[in-house]
């Protein structure tokens, strides 16, 4: 039974940077093809993606977003962790991480956390 | 602005038919790459609706269905039922990276 968690700080002020980290259960991050991914989701809008980390340590990021964002994994852990730079209140939203069974395309994210809101306000 | 677009908002009566619509272009679903749908209740995380343009998930009841043709793919649920109110969200590739649709919010009337 796979299951992800997401925490981290429900509020940040402006110009912080934003660490959440994915704890997960129901398989491991070092299994060939396995990946875990970010997205958000701004009260009201639509889903974002921003993130995504695979077995292999391949990385990808969202264009309009690459240069604030970094995605780590520790296998032993368990854990993926995303830091974002320099919030700003735009950035409130609902973050979800999300399991994908394998790189290929016509895999989704088939599990997802819970969800976690970080506010951004001074 | 979403790469992929779909309508805001699509309604019917409980038993009808409707479809979602999710256009993208010639770098994303036109280029071949996969679609998935995610289903997401209110005040609730998405769930996997149909993955791979057109397989249901175990579980997924078969009044869900999925179809991709050219630069579109399309979600279509018969027989509406009051619990099928939610957004819906298509998602494919853009040069290998992932996008989303704008979500469209369904109302049964």
């Known amino acids: 039974q796979i299951t992800l968690k997401e925490s981290g700080p429900t509020l940040v002020k402006p110009t912080q940077t934003l660490t959440l980290t994915c704890t997960f259960s129901g398989f491991s991050l070092s299994t060939s093809g396995v990946g875990v991914g970010w997205i958000r989701q701004p009260p009201g809008k639509a889903l974002e993606w921003l993130a995504l980390i695979y077995w292999d340590d391949d990385k990808r990021y969202s264009p309009s977003l690459k240069s604030r964002l970094t995605i780590t994994k520790d296998t032993s852990k368990n854990q993926v962790v995303l830091t974002m730079t320099n919030m700003d209140p735009v950035d409130t939203a609902t973050y979800y991480c999300?399991?994908?069974?394998?790189?290929?395309?016509?895999?989704?994210?088939?599990?997802w956390g819970q969800g976690t809101l970080v506010t951004v306000s001074s | 602005q979403s790469v992929l677009t779909q309508p805001p908002s699509v309604s019917g009566a409980p038993g009808q038919r409707v479809t979602i619509s999710c256009t993208g272009s010639?770098?994303?679903?036109?280029?071949?790459?996969?679609v998935h749908w995610y289903q997401q209740l209110p005040g609730t995380a998405p769930k996997l609706l149909i993955y791979?343009?057109?397989n249901r998930p175990s579980g997924v009841p078969d009044r869900f269905s999925g179809s991709k043709s050219g630069t579109s793919a399309s979600l279509a649920i018969t027989g509406l039922q009051a619990e099928d109110e939610a957004d819906y969200y298509c998602?494919?590739?853009?040069?290998?990276?992932?996008?989303f649709g704008g979500g469209t919010k369904l109302t049964v009337l």
């Open positions: 999300a399991h994908r069974p394998h790189i290929l395309t016509g895999y989704p994210f088939d599990y």
């Open positions: 791979g343009n057109s």
């Open positions: 998602q494919s590739y853009d040069s290998s990276l992932v996008v």
């Open positions: 010639s770098s994303n679903i036109g280029a071949g790459y996969d």
